[in-house]
């Protein structure tokens, strides 16, 4: 199993960006995806996290509103939408694969490599 996390990049407080996470290898185990970020000295953080038929989604309650978490079945894909975008959003965002939809980083096994955001005041 891979995942390979792009889309991110530089924008400007107030702007929007959309994260993907094409995974190679899928698997019946790989029950949910979910995206983390983690700014330079501070701990992994989650964001939002899904189930590959959509029914389930949970996301950061400080996030709710401004990302959006989606899945492509047909592309083996997951989207993270984030609208109105703060420069405390910056950081590098992973998106993980594992068997529920969770809060934790250590109910993930797999990771991708991640990628950043970075937002300008």
């Known amino acids: 199993v891979q995942l390979q996390a792009s889309g ?6 107030g702007g929007s ?3 993907s996470c094409a995974t190679s290898g899928r698997s019946f185990s790989m029950y ?3 995206w983390f970020r983690q700014a330079p000295g501070k701990e992994r953080e989650f964001v939002a996290a899904i189930n590959w038929s ?3 989604r949970n996301y950061a309650d400080s996030l709710k509103g401004r990302f959006t978490i989606s899945s492509d079945n047909a592309k083996n894909t997951v989207y993270l939408q ?7 959003d910056t950081a590098t965002y992973y998106c993980a694969t594992g068997g529920v939809v969770a809060t934790t980083p250590s109910s993930y096994y797999t990771w991708g490599q991640g990628t950043q955001v970075t937002v300008s005041s």
């Open 8 to 13: 991110g990049g530089l924008v400007q407080a």
């Open 17 to 19: 960006l959309r994260l």
């Open 32 to 34: 949910a995806m979910g």
């Open 82 to 88: 984030m609208n109105n975008l703060t420069p405390e």
């Open 54 to 56: 959509g029914t389930r």
